[in-house]
């Protein structure tokens, strides 16, 4: 079965831009979460989606946004970058709430 | 709101020593318990977790946890680490039915051959 996967791998930005990140789930998870992961500070919780819809939201501005699409691949993005989003973005998807995460490779996005 | 807490940052310790490393989370309802685990250049992976039953599961890798309810923690523990054990390891709770799961800050583990 195949991993979750996300794309691109690697991003470079500047300050202002937008960016829009993408994951794929496991087949057959129709769960998928995003984490922004920093040193020092873990993985903070951006959001989580099922079946199209967001359940849950963690604190961040309204410049992070996301949406699930049918197949349940989703999106997130993050709109007038700064400097303090440079981060590895973590995918993880799961087949209900409350289950085990399986998550992705990331995708480390640099703002400079 | 809910938190994780993990004591320690970083570790190091020498092949064949004992490993405990301590995890606290604030909320008082039903929670499921995760310890997940990234190694260098790595997924973040699951090690073990606890639903129900018995307080004491064990995961992957000789790895074990003991979820003590009283105390609001889930300590990971291993007998003896190898050099391969070196990974950075979290805690991460979710309240059962819930939608959002919390992570602790992490503990980078360094294993001396």
């Known amino acids: 079965k195949a991993g979750v996967t996300q794309t691109p791998r690697y991003l470079i930005k500047t300050r202002g831009q937008q960016v829009t990140l993408s994951c794929s789930p496991i087949?057959?998870?129709?769960?998928v979460s995003w984490y922004q992961q920093t040193p020092g500070q873990g993985l903070q919780f951006l959001f989580e989606?099922?079946?199209?819809?967001?359940?849950n939201k963690g604190n961040f501005p309204g410049r992070f946004s996301g949406r699930q699409f049918s197949n349940s691949r989703s999106e997130m993005n993050v709109s007038t970058l700064e400097l303090g989003d440079s981060a590895l973005y973590l995918c993880a998807s799961s087949l209900g709430q409350s289950n085990e995460q399986f998550f992705g490779p990331g995708t480390r996005l640099t703002v400079l | 709101a809910q938190s994780v807490s993990q004591h320690n940052h970083h570790v190091i310790l020498s092949e064949a020593a004992s490993l405990e490393l301590g995890c606290n989370y604030s909320y008082g309802g039903t929670v499921n318990l995760f310890w997940y685990v990234q190694y260098p250049g790595q997924h973040l992976q699951l090690l073990l977790k606890?639903?129900?039953?018995?307080?004491l599961v064990k995961g992957i890798k000789g790895f074990e946890a003991e979820f003590i309810k009283s105390k609001f923690s889930f300590n990971l523990r291993k007998p003896s680490v190898q050099w391969s054990d070196t990974a950075e390891y979290f805690c991460?709770?979710?309240?059962?039915?819930?939608?959002?799961?919390?992570f602790g800050a992490g503990t980078r583990l360094f294993v001396k051959a």
């Open positions: 989606y099922f079946s199209e819809t967001q359940r």
């Open positions: 991460a709770v979710i309240n059962t039915g819930g939608f959002k799961t919390i």
């Open positions: 087949s057959g998870h129709r769960s």
């Open positions: 606890y639903f129900s039953g018995d307080p």
